[in-house]
Every structure is written in structure tokens, then in C-alpha cells.
């Protein structure tokens, strides 16, 4: 018997007739490229250690991080799958320090691609679960397209997250809701497994690299120290999950609420150092909880107002139920040192 669940192409057809029309064709065309990637990603994953691809390539990113041979293959594989689709512009990457500028996309229909191919590599070697990360932007028909990527947030057309886990999930949104997919592998086709994905009002986790606790700003630490201490009433002490894979840890999130926090580094407290890049982890990140009924904050503001000035640009994230993260900013608000 066929399985009666929509399979990703359909339902991309029907969400993307109620977008913009001008960027509805391209949208479609680029996620399902996307989707046919995480399905080669996947097939990769279940073989790297027996093909020999597990391990360093050799090479230092821009982000300063070591790139593994999968970093690299993902780029590669990303970036093939875009071009041919005459919709894509540029592809800022994780793995390239600038944009790569796609002359068949250039136009006033043109998307900049933002992408991060293997998310949570340093799970790569130990058989962890990682992630692919991707953020749809118009590229206003400028030449070079790159810089379109610039702008806030809210001006994002799509974005979405591919988890490799037990199960392969594919999770994205055309501001018209957040879905989940779940990939048949006998078929190689994502099937609809959660539609409209509704984060719960409040949680019962949190996820952090505790490990940093230290260099937190006193309004984290202070939340982290409430989170985790006990009282019936309002259901605390939260449970700690965190898997070192930002796709795992916000999929966790959407689905059950609480919260997903990377923070700055604020040991020189005049110089934050956040983690995360904005535009291919965070931006699109906060897009997908906005649309499940979730926020994201930088602990202080909206992260979907913020605009990068550079393509790798780095953000603080606090993600999940609505109210979590109230309190969350609450917390940074009542610590500010100002
Ligand atoms: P990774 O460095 O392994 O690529 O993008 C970065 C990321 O993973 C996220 O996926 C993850 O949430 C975070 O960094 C993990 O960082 P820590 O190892 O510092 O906890």
C-alpha cells in the first residue's frame, strides 16, 4: 500500500503557491535540491568510516575551526546541486570565506543561498548526530549577489534544517508555518511525518555547553542556576540535553519546547565572542521557531532584526518556547551591567 502521507515536493507546491510569486518557482526548485543533498549526505554518513572519510582534510576554515574531509565534500555537493537550478545567486558556505557568486542565478528572481553543509562536525567521528543548515534570501537582483545576504533576518524567504539522526528529518519554513519530513530510505523521498510544528509554550529542558559556564554573562549564569533549581511549582529544576550538534539540539526544542542557548563568551566583557555564524545557524534557526510559535533572542534583542556585516559574522542565540525565552531576557535584563 502507498504511503498516503505528502511527500516534500507536494507539499512544497502548496506552500509555495501562497508565497511570494516571484520567488516561489526558485524557492521550490532550491529546496528540492537541498532535500536530494541531505539524502546523499545521509547515504555518506552511514558509510564514511568504512570509506575512509571520517577524519581532518587537512585545512583551517575562516572560522578558525579544522575542516574534516565531510566539511569539505558537503560544500562540494551543496554547491554542484545549486547550480543547474538557474535560482540561486551566490552561496555563502561555511566553508568559503566569500560568497560564490552563481552567474546563472543573477537576476531580479535571484536567491543567495546561505549554507552550513555538515553542522555539528565535531560529532563527525564519534558517529554523533550533525546537521545541515540553510537560509533562503532575495538577492534584490544585485551584481554581485553576495552582499544581498547582508540584510535582517525578516527578510528571509525560506530556511531550514536537515537532521541525520536515527531517523533523517528534514525541517523548513516559507514563513507560512515550520514542517518536518522524515526521508523513506527505500523511496529517497521526504514524507510529511510534523506538520505545522507548534513549540510548547514552555519547557522542561535546556541545552547548553555547560562547560562555559564561566564566561557567561551574569544574567546567563543567573538563568542557568534558576533553571536548574528545584521548585515543584513552576516545574524546575529543567532537564540538561545537549547533543553538540545545533540541528539536534533545536529539533529537540521545537518539538518538546524549552530552551536552545549558545551565549558570547563574555570573559573581556568590552569584546563578546558568540559562537554560532548568524546567517547559516542562527538566522535561520530563529526563522524556523518564530513560525512554530517560539522565539529567538540574543538575550537583549530579536535575532531576526539583526543584519550581519560580514558574511561569517557570529551571534549569540537563546531559542524555544515563548515564554523560556521572556525569562531568559528577563534574566539579562535584571544582570545588565550597564
Ligand atoms: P561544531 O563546532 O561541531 O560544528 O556550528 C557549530 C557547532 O558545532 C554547532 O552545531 C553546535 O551547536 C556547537 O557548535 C557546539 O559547540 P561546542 O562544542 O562549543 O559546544
Sequence with gaps: ??????????????????????????????????????????????????????????????????????????????????????????????????????????????????????????????NGTVGTIFSFRPSHGQDPAGPAALGAGTEQLAAGYVMYGPACVLVYTVGDGTHGFTLDRGRREFLLTHPDIRVPRRGKTYGINEGNFHSWHPGQRALVEHLRTPDKASGRPYSLRYSGAMAADVHRTLLDGGLFMYPADMSDPAKPRPKLRLLYEVAPVAFLAEQAGGRASTGTERVLDLRAKDYHERAAIIVGSADDVALAEEFHRSHSTR
Excluded at 541531505?38 to 585545512?59: N, Q, V
Design 1 to 126: 500500500m502507498s504511503d498516503p502521507r505528502l511527500s516534500l515536493s507536494e507539499h512544497l507546491s502548496d506552500r509555495t503557491a501562497a508565497m511570494d510569486p516571484w520567488y516561489a518557482g526558485g524557492v521550490a526548485a532550491l529546496l528540492t535540491r537541498l532535500a536530494e543533498v541531505a539524502a546523499a549526505i545521509e547515504g555518506e554518513l552511514a558509510h564514511a568510516a568504512l570509506r575512509d572519510r571520517l577524519g581532518y582534510a587537512g585545512d583551517i576554515n575562516l572560522s578558525g575551526d579544522q575542516v574534516k574531509k565531510l566539511d569539505r565534500w558537503g560544500h562540494e555537493i551543496v554547491l554542484s546541486a545549486l547550480r543547474g537550478t538557474g535560482a540561486c545567486a551566490a552561496l555563502v558556505s561555511e566553508e568559503s570565506p566569500e560568497p560564490i557568486e552563481l552567474r546563472e542565478g543573477i537576476g531580479p528572481r535571484g536567491i543567495v543561498v546561505c549554507c552550513d553543509p555538515v553542522d555539528g562536525s565535531s560529532n563527525l567521528d564519534v
